[in-house]
């Protein structure tokens, strides 16, 4: 039996979660995980996540 090794949190790992939070898709992930989610909602987070990425690249 294989053991998953704990993976660093990432910035994309934080705004993922952060957006989805304000999506209101967090229970949904909840219930039935990232994979579960559709192509739209899961588009949407990633556009998103390079949005504010974009922006913190301009605020340094």
Known sequence: MKKK????ET???KLKYEIAE??????K???VGWGGLT?????RIG???RVRKREM????
């Open 5 to 8: 090794k704990k993976k660093k």
């Open 11 to 13: 910035i994309e790992d």
């Open 22 to 27: 304000e999506l209101g898709l967090m229970e």
């Open 29 to 31: 992930i909840d219930k």
């Open 39 to 43: 192509a739209k909602e899961s588009g």
């Open 47 to 49: 556009g998103l996540i």
């Open 57 to 60: 690249k301009k605020k340094k």
